[in-house]
Each structure stands twice: as C-alpha cells, then as structure tokens.
C-alpha cells in the first residue's frame, strides 16, 4: 500500500511542474502586456501657422484690419486685442481667417477675457470650424446651421437649471439648429462646467484635434502660469470637414459683457516620424495660376517700359545697368574720404583752440615782463632781493618754453591741414592709382597726432612740477574798512526807539484830547 502511494506522487510530480512552469509563463505575457499597454505615446510636431493666427502688440493695422483675417459686425481690432462684442445691449461680432483650413491635425490655443458689472453676463464666445464663414447669425452672433464644429463658451442660462457658465461642444451637418431654449446641452457633444468671467488673468483654452479627436483644455485663469491646463472634455471618433475656415464670434442679449480676444494660436500637427508638406504645396492651384498670370502681367508691362525708355534714352542703349550701382572699391573709397573729411574737421577746430592758447600766453608773457622789468627797476634801487628775481626769471623762462612747444604744435597742425587739403583733388582718381598714397598721407597724419599728444603731455607734466607758476598769484584786495562801527550802530538804535516812544506818546495825548470835544 505504501509502495503504490509512492509510485502516484512520483508520477504526479512531473504534472505539478509542468503546471507551475505554464502559470508563470501566462503571468509574465500578461505583464509584458500590460507593460506595452501603458508606454507613453510620442506628442505629436507642432508647427506654428501665422496665416492662421493673430497677437499682440501689433495686433491690427493701421487701417484698423487684421492680417490675414476678416471681422464683421460691432467687432474692433486694436493694437492688442480683438473686442468681439463690446459691454452693450444686443450686440454681435465675429472675426474669421481670409483662407480655409486644408490640413488634418490642428491646435488652436485661445486667450481671451470676458468681463462684466453684473453677477451675470450673456451670451457668449465661440470658436468655429466650419466650411462656410458665419459672418452673422443668431447663434453667438455667428450663423446658424453651420457644417462643422463650434466650441461654446455660454455665460447665460437660458433653460434656469443653474449650469451655467459652461463649455461645450457642438457639432452641426448644416440641417440642425442650435437649441436655444436648453442652451445647446440636448445637441452637445462634450461639455464641462468652467467660469470663466471677471477673471484676474486672461483665460486660455486649448483645442486639439488630433486623429479624430477632439480635446478641450482649459486654463481657468486664477494663474499666469500660460501652461496650467485642466481637461474640459474629450469627443473620440469625431469626424470634421477636412478643410473650413476658423473664426471666433460673441454677442450680448438684456445682459452684456466685454468679450475680447488677446491672441489666436494656430498649430499644425503631425505624426512623429513625419515630415509636415512644405508651404508650397499648401497653395491651392486657382491661386497658383493666379500669381502666376499677375506676374507675367507685371513682366509685360515692365518689358513696354523697358522699350519705350530705349526710344526715348537712344544714347544710353547698351550701358550696363552696373554702372548705375555703387560698386565695392568706390564704397570702401567714399568711406575712406569721408573719415578723411572728419579728421580734417577735428584738426581745424584743434589749430583754433591752439591759436587761442597762443594769444593767451602771449598776453601772461607781456604782463610777466613788464612784471620782471618794474622789479629790475625797483632792484637796482636796492628794494628786491636775490630770490624773488631769480624766481621771477624761472617764471619767464617757463612761459617762454611754453609759447615756443605751443608754436611748433601749431606748425605741425597747419602741416596736416596742408597734407589733407593736397590728398582731396584726387578723390576723383583715387581709384585708379591705388592706395598707396592715400595710406603714406594718414600714416603722416598718426604721426602729427602722436606729436601732438606727446608735447601737450610734456606740457602738463612742466605745468606741474613748475612750483613757480604756483607762486605767481593775482595781488590779493586789501580789506574794506567798516562804514559802520558797533559804537555807532547802538547810538542810532537808542536814539531812534527814543523818536518812535516819543511819537507814540504824543500820539496818545492827540487822541485823549480829541475825544473831550465828544
């Protein structure tokens, strides 16, 4: 008996192994599956489209139009925003791009504001898709019975069930029409409950549709955090014409609010791995033949020119166009010449500042020698010693240095003015000699300017440590006497408060006598 239980378990072994390695082979496939399951998908490239797109600061023209873009109603562009409805009754506005929409992916981001007095606003913003621009209509100032898409953002609660404001999704074949009296909700095919009036920082919504399907995020804006997305809704399966024009509406009913749009983002996506078409094939072909015939339109015309200019010009038939041009070697000479020019102007006005340092030291020398000669006078009659005159004799000897360095330098200014005045004649053959010489005249000029540097530095530093001109000062002006002495000042103090009591007394005693006679 025993030996038979031990064969059953020796020949159940083998089952239980085969059993267990079975299970763990199903247990890691599920996980492998479930792994696969939840690898992240790759975003999808994002490429900006300005044809399709507006912002500030220079959002408008100057003529009040928007680049690329068409508006209609009570709209008003300004340099930094879009009003689509201003704060009035009954008002309606719309904004819609020029051109359709012709690729598959987008993402349109939207920044907009809608502010009000009261607790309540009406009715709204839209932004579109459709194949047809609703310029006006009834349903957020847009058309109604539209083919394609619209994104709500409702402000007003028509139906009274409290949801509201609120964001959702309508989609429309263009039989269908809007549901006003249940605020579109019966027709909606995503939507989230959103406020968003009277918000400290402007509201961004982002809208993606992206291998058909639609999402909605929406930044609530308590934040200025351009990237704090919440999920509104998500439409899976949703199927849009593949080409339609993008606009934005709002209108106003018993309440109003200002709507204003500050940017509209477009973005192309595509796949990871792809390559997005380049911007030519992106032009339809009716535009392609019509640029195509205006620009042979334009070289026509420009050929009839061409040949009425030969018959009214025959003598310049035949010059190359070239010669009307500047070429590089006549630019690189004007540019030398004219900062040729501006040394020349800064070396006239140095030889007039230098001409009047020259006068002025002229007249201190005159002055220090009839100075030297009263006191040569002075000491042969024994009233002057040795050191005074020998300082007076170091006075003039340094003042006499300086007038000669002051000479020179104006010899060399008067030098460069001559060389500078002989090199601009030959402006009009300096390109065909070469630069040689222009080059020998401003390597004379740096020269003459080193000079000048030098002397005047040598000129300061004698200034300097020449203790003698710091002893020759104007004669100082013996002090005033004093018109008036303190002595004085209290006499005439005394004797006119005396005067003033006495007035002041026989005053009183007129007064006292008049008024017996009453």
């Excluded at 027709?187 to 639609?214: E, H, S, W």
Aim: charged share 25%; glycine share 6%; proline share 5%.
């Amino acid at each position: 008996m025993a030996v038979s239980i031990a064969q059953r378990r020796a020949a159940s072994a083998p089952l239980f192994i085969l059993t267990f390695l079975t299970a763990l082979i199903f247990h890691h496939s599920v996980a492998d599956t479930a792994t696969g399951s939840h690898t992240p998908e790759e975003p999808p490239h994002r490429r900006f489209e300005y044809k399709y797109s507006f912002k500030g600061p220079h959002l408008s023209q100057t003529d009040g139009s928007i680049p690329f873009w068409i508006h209609s109603g009570n709209a008003i562009p300004s340099a930094d925003q879009v009003r689509i409805t201003p704060s009035l009754k009954s008002q309606r506005g719309t904004v819609w791009t020029k051109n359709k929409v012709s690729f598959e992916n987008w993402e349109a981001e939207v920044t907009f504001r809608v502010s009000g007095r009261g607790r309540m606003g009406a009715d709204g913003l839209a932004v579109w898709f459709t194949t047809e621009q609703g310029l006006d209509g009834p349903v957020y100032g847009a058309a109604d019975q539209w083919n394609g898409v619209g994104i709500f953002f409702d402000s007003f609660d028509n139906d009274g069930k409290k949801n509201n404001p609120a964001i959702m999704v309508v989609g429309n074949n263009g039989n269908l029409v809007f549901d006003h009296q249940n605020d579109g909700t019966t027709q909606a095919l995503g939507t989230c409950l959103r406020d968003f009036r009277n918000k400290p920082y402007p509201v961004r919504a982002k809208i993606t549709y992206y291998k058909k399907t639609m999402t909605v995020m929406i930044n609530n804006g308590f934040t200025p955090d351009k990237e704090d997305y919440e999920f509104c809704t998500k439409i899976d399966n949703m199927n849009i014409p593949s080409e339609g024009f993008l606009g934005i509406s709002a209108a106003t009913g018993g309440l109003a609010d200002d709507h204003d749009v500050l940017s509209f983002l477009l973005f192309r996506l595509s796949e990871p791995g792809q390559q997005p078409p380049p911007p030519e094939s992106e032009i339809p072909k009716e535009e392609k033949d019509k640029y195509q015939e205006e620009f042979q339109n334009f070289q026509q015309e420009l050929d009839k020119k061409k040949e009425e200019f030969q018959k009214e010009h025959p003598d310049v038939q035949g010059e190359p166009m070239e010669d009307l041009y500047e070429t590089v070697n006549d630019r690189e000479i004007r540019q030398v010449f004219e900062g040729q020019n501006r040394i020349h102007l800064e070396i006239k006005q140095l030889h007039r500042q230098l001409a009047m340092i020259l006068d002025e030291q002229r007249r201190y020398v005159s002055v220090i020698t009839d100075e030297v000669s009263k006191k040569g006078t002075n000491a042969e009659s024994g009233q002057l010693d040795s050191a005074s005159q020998q300082q007076l004799g170091s006075v003039v000897a340094s003042q006499q240095e300086i007038l000669k360095n002051l000479n020179d330098l104006r010899n060399s200014f008067y030098e460069s003015l001559k060389q500078i005045g002989s090199a601009q004649p030959q402006q009009g053959n300096a390109v065909g000699l070469g630069s040689y010489e222009t080059i020998q005249h401003f390597n004379d000029i740096k020269e003459h300017l080193h000079m000048v540097k030098r002397d005047v530095e040598h000129m300061v530093q004698r200034n300097a440590q020449n203790p003698a001109e710091k002893a020759m000062k104007c004669p100082e002006v013996p002090p005033m006497p004093a018109c008036l002495s303190t002595v004085h000042f209290a006499v005439f103090i005394v004797v006119q408060s005396v005067l003033f009591f006495c007035y002041i007394m026989y005053k009183s005693q007129q007064e006292a006598a008049a008024k017996k006679f009453f």
